[in-house]
Structure formats: structure tokens, C-alpha cells
């Protein structure tokens, strides 16, 4: 235990202690109830039963109280100790895990940090009323916390969080939508949000989760998305430094946004794709793709919609006054694997004739006329990496002879070195 204790009575502690199996927590009991100077920062990982027996000391005035962390170490679930904070203390950090707490009282204003794992129920007025007094509020988690509904939020303004860094809601059931209504976020923050259900954030074609930035977009091509049957997440790259956007892990995953993010406002910003796609996934269409007017680099894998996506490719979508228009005309970097049409893997599992086919056609139709030099990025790009995973084994000689049709047709129009086959144990 650190109490960083100091005799003088005028002079603010700090109050550091974590439990170990064995270890009491006497010593700390003491300095609570018989020192009486103020404290400035409170950070106690400890049994459910210690808050209980301190409750008295942390319910004094304490004028200099600005951080607190408390940690109770309860694994059998509610009721948890209760936290009762006086009024008068200027609390900027609040990071609480299995306490509860009397939200009537105090008011927590001015916060900076909060931080609610395992809490009691909140109401959303509540929540809202310390969001909207906490404006410099730069880190806020919600993780396993019941959110009741008030109507009396439910057609206000999203409140606006300008300073926030990192948002992360993670297992708060179906409270999700509700809080991302609830806010309106700088286009820096990091959203993180796990064991949730996508499909019920991506009800509809204008999901709220791409409505609580406002559309502050960077100011060049910078975004990297990726879509997979448990994850959806999105990088942006501002200044040439990687910064992860959105990160959503849970049931049914980011594939259901996929759609809804062609249709944003910064599908244009997209330079970057990755879909993994599960086997539910086949039936959207991969037309929404020709918003993606700036995608540089595309990663693939899963069944029959990849071979649609290569037919999407392959053809010119009509005329503009200086020549052909092509879909993704900037399109430098292709990765392809193919699923078996019995796997629910999104991994390469098959590679058939085919897909050999899709390859060759995509190869010979869009870039045959097009020079190892241009860079015009008005017209069609050169491809310049081309990647396919196969399986280590392939099933027939037909697809052995096919592979080996289409990587001599795809030498012939990118030049060598551009092809590349990977082969998946």
C-alpha cells in the first residue's frame, strides 16, 4: 500500500492501494478514518466488502478530491458497494468497476476522464445531464451498464463531446443505438464498441453510428475499412499516422455496415478494402462499389460474390467525354481468395476453373490497353500487385490447367512480377 501520507493536515494525499489474496487492508482502514487530510486522487483495487466498511470516509467533504479509481474485486455480481460522494468535490476522473453509485447526488461536473464497468443503472437523463457538464470530457467507457430510457431525451440535440478522444461501449445489450444518438463527436475520436450485435446498430440505410460525427472529413483519400464476419473497423490516416476510426467486435459483425458505408457521406475517402465474407453475405449487390471512386487496394475472400465483384470489374460502366469510364479506376492493388460453396469460412478453401476464368477476364478486359506507365488518375490505373490465395492442394487437373492458363494470360498483359500465387495449408 502507498498512501503517500504526509504529517501536515493542510497538505492533499494520495491514496494508492490493491488487494492481494492474504494481504489487509487494516492498515488502509486507519489511515481513511484517522487521518485527516484531504485527498487529491483515491485508487483502490480491493474486496466488495473494504467499500462498504470505508463508505464513512468517502462521504467527508474532501475540497481537493479530483481523481478517483476504485476497483472492487466482487466476482458474484449485485449488489455492489455503494460510492456516495459529498458535494464540493471536484471530480475530473471517475473510473469505477463493480461500485455503485447514488447518481442523485452529487453532480458530477467538469469531468475529463469517466470510466463505468459493472456500475448500477443509469438513466439516460442522468447520463446525458453529466455529459452535458462535462463539455472537455476527453475519454468515456460504458461497459456492462443498464441505460433506462427517458422520453423526455428522446428529441433533443445530440450533445456535443468536441474534446473526445476515445469512446468504448462494450456489452450494454441493446443501449447502443440510444447512446450514439445521444452524442455528436469530433472526427478524431476512436470508437471502439464490443460483444454488441451489428445488425442492430445497422438497422436501416442511414445507421446512427456514421451519424454522431459530423461529416469533418480528412482532406485527401486516407480511410482503410475492413469487414469481416465478427469485426468492423476503420482506419484513417491523417498526417501519415494511423488512426483507428471505428472498431466494432460482436455478434453478427461489421459485415452489415458494409452496405450502409457505401452509402456515407466518406465512402469517397475509402483508398483501402478488406471483406472477408461469410457465406450469409452472397446476396448484396456489389454495384454500391462504383461509390468507392478513390480505392486503391482491394482484399477479397469468399464465395460466389467474388467472382461477381471480378464481372463488376471487368466491365466499363459507360462513356464519359474523355474516353471510357471504369469502376475503381484507381485500383492498383487486387488480393483474391475464393470459399468452397460448402464452407462457411471466409478464407481461400477453393480455386476451380472458374475462378481462373473471373481472373483472366478481369486481367484481359481492363488493363490490356493499359501502359506499365500511366499514372493519370484521371484514366484507368495500371494494376500493380495482383494476389491470389489458393488452396495448397487443388482438386482436379482441370483446375490445375486453368491455374496455370491464367497465370501465363495474366503475365502476358501486367508484365512479370506482378502476379503473385499464395498457396493456404
Known amino acids: 500500500m502507498e498512501t503517500a501520507a504526509r504529517k501536515s493536515k493542510n497538505i492533499p494525499l494520495a491514496i494508492i492501494y490493491q488487494y492481494s489474496l492474504g494481504t489487509s487492508w487494516a492498515e ?27 463508505q464513512p470516509a468517502f462521504a467527508r467533504p474532501n475540497p481537493s478530491l ?3 479509481r476504485l476497483y472492487s474485486a466482487n ?18 476522473s471517475l473510473d469505477l468497476r463493480c461500485v455503485s453509485v447514488n447518481w ?32 472537455r470530457l476527453e475519454e468515456l467507457c460504458l461497459n456492462s451498464i443498464p441505460l433506462f430510457a427517458s422520453p423526455e431525451w428522446s428529441s433533443k440535440d445530440p450533445i456535443p463531446l468536441m474534446h473526445l478522444q476515445s469512446l468504448h461501449l462494450e456489452a450494454i445489450g441493446s443501449s447502443f443505438n440510444r447512446i450514439l444518438t445521444l452524442l455528436r463527436l469530433p472526427s478524431s475520436t476512436s470508437i471502439k464498441m464490443e460483444h454488441v450485435d451489428v445488425s442492430d446498430i445497422a438497422k436501416g440505410n442511414d445507421p ?14 486516407c480511410i482503410r475499412a475492413r469487414f469481416t464476419d465478427e469485426r468492423f473497423s476503420v482506419a484513417v490516416k491523417p498526417d501519415s499516422k494511423n488512426k483507428t476510426r471505428y ?27 478488406e471483406l472477408e465474407l461469410p457465406k450469409h453475405f452472397e446476396d448484396v449487390s456489389v454495384y454500391g462499389m462504383e461509390r468507392l471512386s478513390n480505392l486503391e487496394s482491394l482484399k477479397i475472400s469468399g464465395g460466389s460474390w467474388v ?3 471480378l464481372s463488376y470489374l471487368s466491365h466499363p460502366q459507360g462513356l464519359e467525354p474523355d474516353g471510357i469510364c471504369w469502376p475503381n479506376p484507381r485500383l492498383i492493388s487486387l488480393n483474391l481468395a475464393f470459399r468452397s460453396v460448402q464452407s462457411y469460412s471466409a478464407v481461400g478453401t477453393s480455386f476451380l476453373p472458374a475462378h481462373a476464368s473471373a481472373v483472366l477476364d478481369l486481367v484481359q478486359n481492363r488493363w490490356s490497353q493499359v501502359a506499365d506507365t500511366a499514372k493519370d488518375t484521371s484514366k484507368l490505373a495500371a494494376l500493380s500487385s495482383l494476389v491470389l490465395r489458393i488452396p495448397g492442394e487443388l482438386n482436379d487437373a482441370d483446375s490445375v490447367d486453368a491455374l496455370a492458363t491464367m497465370a501465363c494470360g495474366s503475365a502476358k498483359v501486367l508484365g512479370y512480377g506482378t502476379l503473385r500465387i499464395i498457396s493456404i495449408e
Request: glycine letters at 8%; hydrophobic letters at 50%.
Open 247 to 273: 472498431d466494432i467486435r460482436g455478434r453478427y459483425g461489421g459485415i452489415f455496415l458494409f452496405t450502409p458505408m457505401l452509402m456515407g457521406c466518406w465512402a469517397v475517402y475509402v483508398t483501402k478494402l
Open 28 to 54: 488502509l482502514m486507519e489511515v481513511l478514518r484517522a487521518n485527516e487530510s484531504p485527498w487529491w486522487r483515491v485508487d483502490i483495487e480491493a474486496p466488495g466488502g473494504f467499500f462498504v466498511w470505508a
Open 208 to 221: 446512427a453510428l456514421f451519424h454522431i460525427v459530423p461529416p469533418v472529413l480528412p482532406p485527401w483519400p
Open 66 to 68: 479530483s481523481h478517483i
Open 307 to 309: 467472382t461477381h465483384a
Open 104 to 135: 442523485d447526488s452529487p453532480r458530477l461536473t467538469g469531468l475529463i476522464k469517466l470510466r463505468l464497468i459493472f456500475t448500477t443503472v443509469i438513466f439516460e437523463a442522468r447520463l446525458a445531464t453529466i455529459l452535458l457538464e462535462s463539455p
Open 75 to 92: 466476482s458474484l455480481g449485485p449488489p455492489f458497494p455503494w460510492l456516495t460522494l459529498t458535494e464540493g468535490c471536484p471530480v475530473r
